[in-house]
């Protein structure tokens, strides 16, 4: 997590509990806290300069998310990403896209073409950079390109409340920051 990333800075645009909950999944995401540490209300307290009430509001919405798992009478943690998540989840996944992507290659153009390299392009520079944030993205717009170019909106809806989950997420960007450059021909191939 970069230097200037690592500090929680309110914006007054949006409710605090938002923000702090944003803070705390890129926070998560990028490893400062680790599955299975407690996130302790006190030093957060601290740390980020608020009231209780926006922690745990910002808590409650990570727990019903999946990302926290709240252990009466002994406090707030990371989830872990089980192996049954990544058995249930992956799979129903990487058929979806592979539908959207059949649907998608007899509609798309030369506009989806040129989506799909300026998002490899992305990656690769991301990459290089080791900025695996901006890599993440980059992916996430490759992917959707070919899946809005389905044009079946039931799947399209899907796919992106699959891509939205948080383990997801999580688990992508620690998969990415592994394999990364295994990652980049196989999209090459795709394009």
Known sequence: MSEENNKFTPQFASPLAEQIEQF?????????????????ENELLREFGVSRSPIREAFMSLVKSGLLVNVPRSGTYVKDITEKDIREKFPV?????????????????????????????RMKESAARDDFRAYTDSHNAFHMVFINASKNDTLIH?????????LWLRFSYLWHVENHQDALPVHQEIL
């Open 158 to 166: 899907i796919v992106k409340t699959l891509r939205q989950d948080i």
């Open 93 to 121: 996944r990487a058929y979806l896209e592979g539908f959207a992507a059949g649907l998608a290659a007899p509609k798309m153009g030369p506009g989806d073409i040129d989506e799909l390299g300026s998002a490899l392009s």
């Open 24 to 40: 705390l999944i890129n926070a998560i995401m990028q490893g400062k806290y680790k599955p299975g540490q407690r996130l302790v």
